[in-house]
């Protein structure tokens, strides 16, 4: 009887020890998710919510599918003349000898006609995200006679250029696309020479209509490093509205 007893008051005992222990686990787990939320997201003190902000690199916007489809869209016969790619060259300073990226090359419609304007103390590197598209470019440049065209497989987030290695590059109707566009501007700012200009042309939009607003592409080129020194709306026509370019801040 008297043993049964100090059993019981024993058995009594492990349990609040047992209780008390796991409760203060418990607490120290909560502390842990505390104390990591705060890089997820921000409370709002008024209303005690969790606002979700974009990772560091991130945009907290919708992003598109990139094309897919048939290259010869791209060669509209028109187009030279509707885009004025001359004077989109002129205002990128490319010339003879410049080095220059196609960043979303697709048919490198953009990237020969700069290939034919740098000549042979130039280079043209065709940057595409689309291994298809690249292999294209390869046998359109030995047809075309343009030995200065290097193509170069990127990804979403890297043109995977060499550092300081071009003076120009131009980014057509591919911007909305992008989707990690903080983090290609950047890596692509580090292929930039010193002085070397970023152009991007497209149309306004809210990207899942092939298009995105110029006031988000500058807020996010600014966003990356870049300090916009032209705006232009003459390559205005059905499927673009403006031509921004920038230079590393
Ligand atoms: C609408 S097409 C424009 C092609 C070309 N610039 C033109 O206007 O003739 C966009 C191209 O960008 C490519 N692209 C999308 N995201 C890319 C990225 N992060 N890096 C390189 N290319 C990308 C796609 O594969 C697609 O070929």
């Not at 024993?10 to 047992?18: E, G, K, P, Q, Y």
């Not at 974009?54 to 003349?81: C, M, W």
């Not at 980014?171 to 903080?182: D, G, N, R, S």
Request: hydrophobic share 40%; net charge neutral.
């Amino acid at each position: 009887m008297c043993s049964s007893f100090v059993d019981l008051v024993m058995r009594i005992s492990v349990c609040i020890v047992l209780a008390l222990a796991l409760a203060g686990c418990g607490s120290a787990f909560q502390q842990v998710k505390r104390s990591a939320a705060p890089t997820q997201s921000t409370a709002s003190p008024s209303k005690g919510e969790q606002v979700q902000q974009p990772a560091p690199d991130g945009v907290d916007r919708p992003t598109v599918k990139p094309y897919t489809g048939d290259l010869s869209i791209f060669e509209d016969p028109n187009r030279e003349q509707k885009l004025h790619v001359n004077r989109v060259m002129d205002i990128l300073s490319i010339k003879e000898g410049s080095n220059v990226a196609d960043i979303g090359a697709g048919s490198g419609w953009f990237t020969v006609r700069a290939a034919r304007r740098v000549g042979a103390s130039g280079l043209v590197y065709a940057v595409e995200i689309n291994p298809e598209y690249l292999e294209y470019i390869e046998k359109r440049a030995k047809r075309e006679n343009l030995p200065n065209i290097r193509v170069a497989l990127g990804t979403e987030d890297d043109p995977r250029l060499p550092d300081k290695s071009v003076d120009a590059v131009l980014l057509l109707k591919t911007y909305h696309e992008v989707a990690q566009p903080i983090r290609l501007l950047k890596r692509t700012r580090k292929s930039m020479r010193p002085g070397a200009l970023l152009g991007i042309i497209d149309r306004n939009g809210k990207v899942d209509d092939h298009g995105i607003d110029a006031d988000v592409v500058i807020k996010e080129a600014e966003r990356a490093g870049f300090a916009i020194v032209g705006q232009y709306d003459f390559v205005k026509s059905d499927d673009v509205d403006y031509f921004l370019v920038f230079r590393a801040k």
